[in-house]
């Protein structure tokens, strides 16, 4: 059975835009100004063309044929590199990484909600909002589609509230001097703010049940990218224009802070309902996009396959759902979340330095599949784009990889011994690995 196309592009924008922005942007905006001053807001702008050379792969991909299909950048490079393992492994990293992330959105909100309301156990409320979601994507895509359409439309409105009234009382003053700590401090940030884009490539993951894929997923990608990042910038340069960036890299509401210098005793009410949904949208979509992950790793027959089935009744991957669920709620209950989160950073960024290079060689070892695609850049472009991608993903990750090497490697040993399992399963049945990957975008339903 497959999954059901229930998802039109109001949807895309709601599962992309809800599941970009976090909690964070609410809660620890202030944190960067401690590393760089006032021009945060600049960073994010300065980051936008890193941001569209990385979409552009996904743009040029999700308007094939594979547009159709879960699986986002597994997919992309598997196919275009003809290799199961070679798409397998970059998105591995994102996989476990998603997890992490699941669990900790999950116990943030449940310390939020304990410390908000002063009752409840954070950890018994981490879970019940875990199970709720939970219950919630099983049920169908549908349901996930309406809630998260809802949710991100009140998230919208309450940074609404925040952002307009803001704009009016913002200090020019509180931005001078604009670099404190130097170009050094600026450039350091840079690798840490690119994780608030982290999830753009989110929707890459619903093209099994978006009604017209190919069309509506590239132009609300590239759509809600810049929508984000004018969300980010408007926020940001509010948060550093009303507070000096001292007093907000020391706090640990900054925009309640914010908000209570021009808003009512409401705007405590409206920053509050704000995190809640940044919570549950984050939390909502990933949910959603991580059961998509397994279950196309189990459809290629590189994990058992079991977990490529989808119900009769709902039209979901629910065991995909159930054992990321499961795992998440042992990462919770056992503490271990951090072993998993480490590699956050490090796995978006070696999964879309992959991705970019897929992009790179598409037109060259895949033409086949390029012209398939609907939106065709020049190969200049393509690329151009690419390789500015690479090399400036490379360098955040430079940055941050000797930190994080001995949990990569371990990981990535993991990831092998997976693979190799489930491929053995795939073989013993008689699966056409190599026929999967050669003819994938004429078949696509």
Same mark, same amino acid.
């Given at each position: 059975?497959?999954?059901?196309?229930?998802?039109?592009?109001?949807?895309?924008?709601?599962?992309?835009?809800?599941?970009?922005?976090?909690?964070?942007?609410?809660?620890?905006?202030?944190?960067?100004?401690?590393?760089?001053?006032?021009?945060?807001?600049?960073?994010?702008?300065?980051?936008?063309?890193?941001?569209?050379?990385?979409?552009?792969?996904?743009?040029?991909?999700?308007?094939?044929?594979?547009g159709k299909s879960p699986g986002g950048a597994y997919t992309h490079i598997s196919r275009t590199f003809n290799n199961h393992f070679v798409g397998f492994i970059f998105m591995w990293f994102q996989f476990i990484a998603l997890l992490g992330v699941m669990a900790v959105i999950a116990i943030s909100f449940g310390e939020y909600v304990a410390t908000l309301t002063n009752w409840g156990n954070p950890l018994l409320l981490a879970t019940a909002i875990l199970g709720f979601f939970y219950i919630l994507n099983v049920t169908g895509v549908k349901w996930f589609g309406r809630i998260q359409l809802t949710m991100t439309a009140i998230l919208f409105v309450s940074i609404l509230v925040l952002v307009i009234p803001g704009l009016f009382h913002i200090k020019p003053a509180n931005f001078q001097p604009l670099f404190p700590f130097g170009l050094n401090g600026f450039l350091s940030i840079l690798p840490s703010l690119?994780?608030?884009?982290?999830?753009?490539?989110?929707?890459?993951?619903?093209?099994?049940?978006?009604?017209?894929?190919?069309?509506?997923?590239?132009? @609300?990608?590239?759509?809600?990218?810049?929508?984000?990042?004018?969300?980010?910038?408007?926020?940001?340069?509010?948060?550093?224009?009303?507070?000096?960036?001292?007093?907000?890299?020391?706090?640990?509401?900054?925009?309640?802070?914010?908000?209570?210098?021009?808003?009512?005793?409401?705007?405590?009410?409206?920053?509050?309902?704000?995190?809640?949904?940044?919570?549950?949208?984050?939390?909502?979509?990933?949910?959603?996009?991580?059961?998509?992950?397994?279950?196309?790793?189990?459809?290629?027959?590189?994990?058992?396959?079991?977990?490529?089935?989808?119900?009769?009744?709902?039209? @979901?991957?629910?065991?995909?759902? @159930?054992?990321?669920? #499961?795992?998440?709620?042992?990462?919770?209950?056992?503490?271990?979340?951090?072993?998993?989160?480490?590699?956050?950073?490090?796995?978006?960024?070696?999964?879309?330095?992959?991705?970019?290079?897929?992009?790179?060689?598409?037109?060259?070892?895949?033409?086949?599949?390029?012209?398939?695609?609907?939106?065709?850049?020049?190969?200049?472009?393509?690329?151009?784009?690419?390789?500015?991608?690479? #090399?400036?993903?490379?360098?955040?990750?430079?940055?941050?990889?000797?930190? #994080?090497?001995?949990?990569?490697?371990?990981? @990535?040993?993991?990831?092998?011994?997976?693979?190799?399992?489930?491929?053995?399963?795939?073989?013993?049945?008689?699966?056409?690995?190599?026929?999967?990957?050669?003819?994938?975008?004429?078949?696509?339903?």
């Amino acid at each position: 059975m497959k999954l059901q196309r229930s998802l039109g592009k109001w949807h895309g924008y709601a599962l992309m835009i809800g599941g970009m922005i976090g909690s964070g942007i609410f809660v620890v905006t202030g944190e960067a100004g401690a590393q760089t001053g006032p021009s945060v807001p600049l960073g994010y702008v300065a980051l936008l063309p890193i941001l569209l050379c990385t979409a552009l792969a996904y743009l040029v991909f999700l308007s094939t044929p594979l547009g159709k299909s879960p699986g986002g950048a597994y997919t992309h490079i598997s196919r275009t590199f003809n290799n199961h393992f070679v798409g397998f492994i970059f998105m591995w990293f994102q996989f476990i990484a998603l997890l992490g992330v699941m669990a900790v959105i999950a116990i943030s909100f449940g310390e939020y909600v304990a410390t908000l309301t002063n009752w409840g156990n954070p950890l018994l409320l981490a879970t019940a909002i875990l199970g709720f979601f939970y219950i919630l994507n099983v049920t169908g895509v549908k349901w996930f589609g309406r809630i998260q359409l809802t949710m991100t439309a009140i998230l919208f409105v309450s940074i609404l509230v925040l952002v307009i009234p803001g704009l009016f009382h913002i200090k020019p003053a509180n931005f001078q001097p604009l670099f404190p700590f130097g170009l050094n401090g600026f450039l350091s940030i840079l690798p840490s703010l690119f994780f608030a884009y982290f999830g753009f490539e989110q929707l890459a993951q619903a093209g099994g049940e978006m009604r017209d894929p190919q069309r509506d997923m590239p132009k @609300t990608m590239l759509r809600g990218s810049i929508i984000t990042m004018i969300i980010y910038f408007l926020v940001s340069i509010v948060a550093f224009g009303v507070l000096p960036y001292t007093e907000l890299a020391a706090s640990k509401s900054a925009m309640a802070d914010v908000a209570a210098i021009y808003l009512p005793s409401a705007g405590a009410l409206v920053v509050n309902i704000g995190i809640l949904m940044a919570f549950a949208t984050t939390l909502n979509s990933l949910i959603m996009v991580v059961s998509r992950i397994l279950f196309t790793f189990a459809d290629d027959h590189i994990v058992p396959t079991s977990l490529a089935t989808v119900s009769k009744r709902f039209g @979901t991957p629910h065991i995909a759902l @159930t054992i990321n669920t #499961v795992i998440v709620g042992v990462l919770l209950w056992t503490g271990t979340m951090n072993f998993v989160l480490t590699i956050a950073l490090q796995g978006m960024f070696l999964m879309y330095i992959g991705h970019s290079a897929s992009l790179v060689a598409l037109p060259f070892v895949r033409p086949q599949l390029f012209n398939t695609a609907l939106y065709r850049p020049s190969k200049s472009i393509m690329v151009g784009c690419g390789l500015f991608s690479i #090399v400036a993903l490379s360098f955040f990750s430079y940055k941050l990889i000797t930190s #994080v090497l001995p949990v990569i490697a371990i990981w @990535t040993v993991l990831g092998i011994v997976i693979y190799m399992l489930g491929k053995l399963q795939g073989k013993k049945k008689g699966f056409d690995y190599k026929a999967s990957l050669s003819t994938d975008w004429d078949n696509v339903a």
